[in-house]
């Protein structure tokens, strides 16, 4: 079981930048799991933003891609998103999940652990 936690979240001005970071514990997210970020604006779905599998091959949602960048950090057992070029749109609830290694997904419900969320706030 592996139990997952993100930080970085905060308020930001539209086109800054802000790292979210996706720590785990309980188990090795290197070996074991892919993991995605997902994220829920109000009244909205939950939506896929990125994905890094084991061997670090990654997929990005259309709307980020070239914006945000996903990456492993092994020695914190962690995943990062960077978010560059934020814009208001992004304002959201972020989440880190995972899922033991298989094929690279963008369904949220393949995911069977998640964290608890950080807030993005982008102002105008």
């Known amino acids: 079981q592996v139990q997952l936690v993100e930080s970085g979240g905060g308020l930001v001005q539209a086109g800054g930048s802000l790292r979210l970071s996706c720590t785990a514990s309980g188990r090795t997210l290197r070996y074991n799991y892919d993991v995605a970020w997902f994220r829920q604006a109000p009244g909205k779905e939950r939506e896929f933003m990125a994905a890094?599998?084991?061997?670090?091959?990654?997929v990005y949602d259309d709307s980020v891609k070239g914006r945000f960048t996903i990456s492993r950090d092994n020695a914190k057992n962690a995943v990062d998103l960077q978010m560059d070029s934020l814009k208001p749109e992004d304002t959201a609830i972020y989440y880190c999940?995972?899922?033991?290694?298989?094929?690279?997904?963008?369904?949220?419900?393949?995911?069977?652990?998640w964290g608890q969320g950080t807030q993005v706030t982008v102002s105008s």
């Open positions: 890094v599998r084991r061997n670090g091959n990654t």
């Open positions: 999940a995972a899922k033991p290694n298989g094929i690279l997904s963008e369904v949220r419900r393949e995911y069977n652990y």
